[in-house]
């Protein structure tokens, strides 16, 4: 599949996420009667989104074919990606956020690039859970936004 195809779907696909989110985001109400309201910050993200993806389609209708082809290789790193990022989101209702993060990290990773020796691994574990804890810790305790609990309660 050529790069310029591959581009173009991806970002029809963006174009329509955006989209969407901005008409789910009207739902919840942008504007409320003193401050902002539950969509409004799911609402930018939507017209940003929306506005790069339809300018991304813009810029790659202007430029010439390119004829470079994508390699398996790169295939198996995005479609691993999209599938620990589909398993991570239908699974972080029953086993929670806290749990699921450093495995989803460390899944990421292993796509992007695996580590080839005992201490590469041990950083991106240590990467994986620290980012855990501090994701946990800022969004629980901090910004006091309720995460997806697991059965064990965090």
């Not at 991304?56 to 202007?62: E, K």
């Not at 580590?115 to 855990?132: D, E, H, I, K, Y």
């Amino acid at each position: 599949m050529r790069n310029q195809r591959l581009d173009a779907y991806f970002t029809t696909g963006l174009l329509v996420l955006g989209m969407w989110i901005i008409w789910q985001s009207v739902g919840y109400g942008v504007f409320g009667p003193d401050v902002t309201g539950a969509g409004f910050f799911p609402f930018l993200a939507g017209c940003l989104l929306t506005i790069s993806a339809a300018g991304a389609l813009l810029r790659q209708r202007r430029e010439a074919a390119n004829s470079d082809t994508i390699a398996a290789s790169e295939f198996v790193a995005v479609g691993g990606t999209i599938v620990a990022t589909a398993i991570f989101l239908l699974c972080v209702g029953t086993l929670g956020m806290v749990f699921l993060t450093p495995l989803y990290v460390l899944a990421v990773s292993f796509f992007i690039e695996k580590p080839g020796t005992w201490r590469r691994l041990a950083v991106v574990g240590a990467v994986a859970v620290g980012f855990s804890v501090f994701a946990y810790v800022l969004f629980d305790y901090f910004l006091r936004v309720p995460l997806p609990r697991g059965p064990l309660g965090i």
